[in-house]
Protein backbone atom coordinates (compact mmCIF):
# COMPACT_ATOMS: atom_id res chain seq x y z
CA UNK A 1 0.00 0.00 0.00
CA UNK A 2 1.53 3.82 -1.00
CA UNK A 3 2.29 6.16 1.99
CA UNK A 4 2.80 9.81 1.38
CA UNK A 5 5.03 11.70 3.74
CA UNK A 6 3.75 14.81 5.15
CA UNK A 7 5.41 17.55 2.18
CA UNK A 8 3.94 15.29 -0.36
CA UNK A 9 0.67 14.90 1.07
CA UNK A 10 0.88 19.10 0.94
CA UNK A 11 1.51 18.85 -3.07
CA UNK A 12 -1.31 16.86 -3.80
CA UNK A 13 -4.09 18.72 -1.09
CA UNK A 14 -2.48 22.32 -2.67
CA UNK A 15 -1.60 23.46 1.08
CA UNK A 16 1.58 23.84 2.88
CA UNK A 17 3.37 20.93 4.57
CA UNK A 18 3.19 23.20 8.04
CA UNK A 19 -0.79 22.93 7.35
CA UNK A 20 -0.50 19.16 6.90
CA UNK A 21 1.01 18.70 9.99
CA UNK A 22 -1.57 20.55 11.86
CA UNK A 23 -4.45 18.55 10.87
CA UNK A 24 -2.50 15.50 11.75
CA UNK A 25 -1.49 16.93 15.44
CA UNK A 26 -5.42 17.34 15.63
CA UNK A 27 -5.91 14.04 14.88
CA UNK A 28 -7.65 15.17 11.41
CA UNK A 29 -5.40 13.15 9.35
CA UNK A 30 -4.34 9.74 10.88
CA UNK A 31 -0.25 9.60 10.53
CA UNK A 32 2.36 6.54 11.59
CA UNK A 33 6.14 6.93 11.71
CA UNK A 34 8.34 5.15 10.17
CA UNK A 35 12.27 3.55 10.76
CA UNK A 36 13.63 7.03 10.72
CA UNK A 37 11.39 9.04 12.55
CA UNK A 38 8.85 10.41 9.34
CA UNK A 39 5.66 11.19 9.64
CA UNK A 40 3.71 8.89 6.37
CA UNK A 41 0.19 8.70 5.23
CA UNK A 42 -1.42 5.56 4.12
CA UNK A 43 -2.93 6.14 0.94
CA UNK A 44 -6.73 5.56 1.57
CA UNK A 45 -6.51 7.75 4.01
CA UNK A 46 -5.03 10.71 2.78
CA UNK A 47 -7.71 9.89 -0.24
CA UNK A 48 -10.34 10.11 2.08
CA UNK A 49 -9.11 13.23 3.84
CA UNK A 50 -9.36 14.90 0.31
CA UNK A 51 -12.86 14.02 0.00
CA UNK A 52 -13.85 15.28 3.11
CA UNK A 53 -11.56 18.28 2.68
CA UNK A 54 -13.34 19.08 -1.12
CA UNK A 55 -16.97 18.17 0.69
CA UNK A 56 -16.17 21.28 3.59
CA UNK A 57 -14.71 23.93 0.14
CA UNK A 58 -17.99 23.75 -1.61
CA UNK A 59 -20.02 23.97 1.78
CA UNK A 60 -23.25 21.49 1.78
CA UNK A 61 -25.28 24.30 2.32
CA UNK A 62 -28.31 22.21 0.27
CA UNK A 63 -28.07 25.92 -1.88
CA UNK A 64 -30.26 24.29 -4.93
CA UNK A 65 -27.88 26.36 -6.87
CA UNK A 66 -25.18 24.05 -6.22
CA UNK A 67 -26.82 20.68 -7.64
CA UNK A 68 -25.54 19.78 -10.57
CA UNK A 69 -25.14 16.23 -12.55
CA UNK A 70 -21.29 17.11 -13.01
CA UNK A 71 -19.15 15.74 -10.31
CA UNK A 72 -15.21 17.60 -11.45
CA UNK A 73 -15.53 20.80 -9.74
CA UNK A 74 -12.76 22.88 -9.58
CA UNK A 75 -13.14 26.27 -7.58
CA UNK A 76 -10.74 28.61 -8.59
CA UNK A 77 -10.00 32.06 -9.60
CA UNK A 78 -10.10 33.55 -13.29
CA UNK A 79 -7.52 35.05 -14.09
CA UNK A 80 -7.90 35.36 -18.22
CA UNK A 81 -10.77 36.42 -20.35
CA UNK A 82 -10.29 36.98 -24.07
CA UNK A 83 -13.72 38.12 -26.16
CA UNK A 84 -14.50 37.04 -29.47
CA UNK A 85 -17.04 38.53 -31.38
CA UNK A 86 -18.90 35.11 -30.74
CA UNK A 87 -16.82 33.07 -29.01
CA UNK A 88 -14.72 33.93 -25.39
CA UNK A 89 -11.84 32.29 -24.16
CA UNK A 90 -12.25 31.80 -20.12
CA UNK A 91 -9.39 30.54 -17.69
CA UNK A 92 -8.96 29.81 -14.21
CA UNK A 93 -6.29 28.75 -11.32
CA UNK A 94 -7.49 26.49 -9.36
CA UNK A 95 -4.94 25.31 -6.70
CA UNK A 96 -2.04 23.99 -8.92
CA UNK A 97 -4.73 23.46 -12.14
CA UNK A 98 -4.75 25.80 -15.46
CA UNK A 99 -8.64 24.98 -16.64
CA UNK A 100 -9.42 26.52 -19.93
CA UNK A 101 -12.94 27.20 -21.28
CA UNK A 102 -14.48 27.91 -24.44
CA UNK A 103 -18.02 29.39 -24.53
CA UNK A 104 -20.12 32.14 -25.89
CA UNK A 105 -19.48 35.60 -25.33
CA UNK A 106 -22.90 35.80 -24.57
CA UNK A 107 -22.57 33.52 -21.78
CA UNK A 108 -19.55 35.65 -20.14
CA UNK A 109 -21.22 38.38 -20.06
CA UNK A 110 -24.67 37.10 -19.12
CA UNK A 111 -22.45 35.28 -15.98
CA UNK A 112 -20.91 38.78 -15.43
CA UNK A 113 -17.35 37.07 -15.57
CA UNK A 114 -13.77 38.88 -15.32
CA UNK A 115 -10.07 38.38 -14.06
CA UNK A 116 -10.16 38.30 -10.06
CA UNK A 117 -13.62 36.55 -9.49
CA UNK A 118 -14.02 33.52 -7.64
CA UNK A 119 -15.65 31.01 -10.47
CA UNK A 120 -16.24 27.37 -10.37
CA UNK A 121 -15.34 25.12 -13.88
CA UNK A 122 -17.19 21.83 -13.53
CA UNK A 123 -16.66 19.33 -16.04
CA UNK A 124 -18.28 16.74 -17.36
CA UNK A 125 -17.06 14.00 -19.88
CA UNK A 126 -17.21 10.84 -21.35
CA UNK A 127 -13.51 10.01 -21.78
CA UNK A 128 -11.54 10.69 -18.81
CA UNK A 129 -7.61 9.54 -19.42
CA UNK A 130 -5.69 9.15 -16.26
CA UNK A 131 -2.06 8.49 -15.94
CA UNK A 132 -0.44 6.68 -12.94
CA UNK A 133 1.86 9.08 -11.49
Known amino acids: MRSYTIGQAARL???SPDTVRRWADA???PTERDEGGKRLIEGP???????ALAAEATGGDGDEST???ARNAFPG????VKLGDVAAQVEIQAGPHRLVSLLTREAVEELGLAVGM???ARVKATNVHIDRA
Request: hydrophobic letters at 55%; a negative charge; glycine letters at 4%.
Open 45 to 51: DLAAFSV
Open 13 to 15: LSV
Open 118 to 120: EAV
Open 27 to 29: GRI
Open 77 to 80: IITA
Open 67 to 69: YTT
